[in-house]
């Protein structure tokens, strides 16, 4: 284990380090601990995923639309589109820096205590304050983007190719379970808040109850995070000096250009990342506009729609292990395969939904598949990613799967916007699944890691 180097214009850089190569070897796992730290930071973060889309969304869309009706849900899905589009643009360029100044952990926790610190200062985003709330949000949901690009690229340095998918089903398992108590803790609050004087969620003036769920979401991500700071480390050594930011930058696009000019090398990772791109769209639209068509549709509360996702928290922990496991004996591909052709269903049942019982039952199947899609996708990723890139190629990850997921957020809401229809909205992100589903039926997942194992060859 390789003692922690400072990122580009931090601190000194340790003597005879310049030009020392990147080794990580994938057959060596880190002990227990490292990797229960790696998931753990799927539990802090899970609190943003949860608390984000039913109270934040709530909040958001009943402060604005006393602007301008319908104003909260259009703010709301192009405010998500917008941050994924500018993390996509960073992602690979601050994946590369890290990768060539072995600094993952330091952008990791530059990231996630930024995100968290934006949700703590929700607190004082009052209703007559609602440019606040907006700034803040867009903060924080381009943090939260940011950091899954240097918490994915450790992936491939803590698993061994025969145990990645299920080290990463479990950093997903463990995150639902993470997101599903500060969500608890909200309806404690929501439903019972009023026995400690808190106003009731009909007599709520100030909005206090839900400032206070978006404390809570701030310091459950900042606090859940420091042991996987404290504990997790950059396997890799830096292969250049210390720069400053300004030069590092530059070194970086150069690399990514490079990297895109000789993307031909890795053509089933290439493959792979273009039906990710297409595929993943519909799922981050569905997971994050799926509270605005509740609300829009079956006009749901707050504590209705955290009621909902608390259960699908405690099902995806299952549906999680479960595809996981399914990979492991069936493969890969098949799974990813099955669990999108379920994802076609659920869009095309999603149209047909008029009852909260309809939703429910909608709700509880895609927590059967919504953690096993995001756990195979990030594995078969690891599996085709040379390891001596691994935070530069997991960059190219969060750039396909940011860089068209800025569609689908806008559509929804413009769609929304203009034909006040949730259905229709629902509807058109069939197109994502169906076209990427098509897509992953041409990945060779041992050919790509073939073509991996290549790359890293040339490298030494």
């Known amino acids: 284990m390789t003692a922690d180097i400072p990122p580009s214009g931090f601190g000194e850089p340790p003597a005879n380090r310049a030009e020392l190569e990147y080794t990580t070897p994938l057959s060596e796992a880190y002990p227990g601990r490292k990797v229960f730290a790696w998931a753990l930071y799927d539990w802090a973060n899970s609190a943003y995923s949860t608390l984000s889309i039913t109270v934040l969304v709530s909040y958001l869309i009943s402060t604005l639309d006393k602007i301008q009706p319908e104003l909260g849900a259009l703010v709301w899905a192009w405010g998500i589109g917008l941050t994924m589009l500018v993390a996509a643009i960073l992602s690979p360029i601050f994946g590369a820096i890290a990768d060539a100044h072995a600094s993952k952990r330091r952008w990791l926790a530059t990231t996630a205590w930024t995100g968290s610190a934006a949700c703590g200062l929700m607190m004082f985003a009052t209703p007559d304050r609602p440019w606040l709330l907006v700034v803040l949000f867009l903060t924080a949901h381009l943090a939260f983007e940011l950091s899954q690009g240097f918490y994915n690229g450790f992936l491939p340095e803590i698993a061994p190719v025969e145990r990645m998918e299920r080290v990463s089903a479990w950093g997903y398992a463990l995150g639902y379970l993470g997101g599903a108590l500060p969500l608890l803790i909200f309806l404690g609050l929501y439903t019972q808040g ?3 004087g808190l106003p009731t969620a009909e007599n709520d003036a100030r909005a206090l109850v839900p400032r206070l769920g978006l404390l809570l979401m701030g310091l459950w991500w900042g606090l859940f995070t420091i042991p996987t700071i404290m504990w997790l480390k950059d396997r890799g050594q830096p292969k250049r000096e210390r720069q400053t930011l300004y030069r590092a930058t530059r070194t970086a696009m150069r690399e990514v250009a490079g990297t895109l000019r000789n993307i031909r090398t890795f053509r089933m990772l290439t493959i792979f990342l273009v039906a990710f791109l297409i595929y993943n769209d519909g799922v981050q639209t569905v997971i994050s506009q799926a509270s605005v068509f509740a609300k829009e549709v079956l006009a749901m509360t707050s504590g209705e729609l955290a009621q909902v996702i608390l259960v699908i928290q405690f099902v995806a922990i ?65 599996r085709m990613t040379p390891a001596s890139h691994t935070a530069e190629f997991f960059g190219f990850f969060n750039l396909s799967g940011k860089a068209t997921s800025v569609v689908g957020p806008m559509f929804f809401g413009s769609i929304l916007y203009t034909t006040g229809s949730a259905h229709w909205a629902m509807a058109s992100l069939l197109l994502f699944f169906l076209l990427g589903w098509a897509i992953v039926s041409r990945v060779d997942v041992q050919q790509g890691r073939e073509e991996a194992a290549r790359a890293d060859e040339a490298h030494e």
């Open 318 to 382: 299952a549906g999680a292990w479960s595809v996981g496991r399914l990979a492991e004996y069936w493969g890969a591909k098949p799974t990813l395969s099955l669990c999108l052709a379920t994802w076609t269903l659920l869009l095309i049942a999603a149209f047909f939904i008029r009852t909260t019982t309809h939703f429910w039952i909608m709700a509880v199947v895609v927590a059967l598949v919504l953690g096993g899609t995001q756990s195979i996708s990030r594995a078969m990723m690891g």
């Open 194 to 196: 009023h026995r400690i």
